[in-house]
């Protein structure tokens, strides 16, 4: 069994700063594409931004320039560096991976982390 274990939510001043990580933990997996998505109250749920195991990225428009995803392949873990941050950025952010482990692929999720922008 591979989990994700997200951290690093909180409650933030509107243009403030955070940084959600999020590590996998398990045996016998690779990761291939790691992701952040969100999902607001009442809402779908909606990428945010994704990375593959080679460092090319994707971000959803109402984020680029704002948020920054990284991983550490050694740690399989991704981070999303939040800067700037707005009201409508309150969510609940949660972490997918596309793990390959013992021939097959799977995609796993975090349990979530809340995201608070309020003054």
């Known amino acids: 069994q591979v989990q994700l274990v997200e951290s690093g939510g909180g409650l933030v001043q509107p243009g403030e700063s955070l940084r959600l990580s999020c590590a996998a933990s398990g045996s016998g997996f690779s990761i291939d594409v790691m992701s952040w998505y969100r999902q607001a109250p009442g809402k779908e749920r909606e990428l945010v931004a994704s990375?593959?195991?080679?460092?090319?990225?994707n971000y959803a428009d109402s984020v680029k320039g704002r948020f920054t995803i990284s991983r550490d392949n050694a740690k399989n873990t991704v981070y999303l560096q939040m800067d700037s941050l707005k009201p409508e950025d309150t969510a609940v952010y949660y972490c997918?991976?596309?793990?390959?482990?013992?021939?097959?692929?799977?995609?796993?999720w975090g349990q979530g982390t809340q995201v608070t922008v309020s003054s």
């Open positions: 990375c593959t195991s080679g460092s090319n990225t």
């Open positions: 997918r991976a596309l793990v390959h482990r013992w021939g097959a692929t799977n995609t796993y």
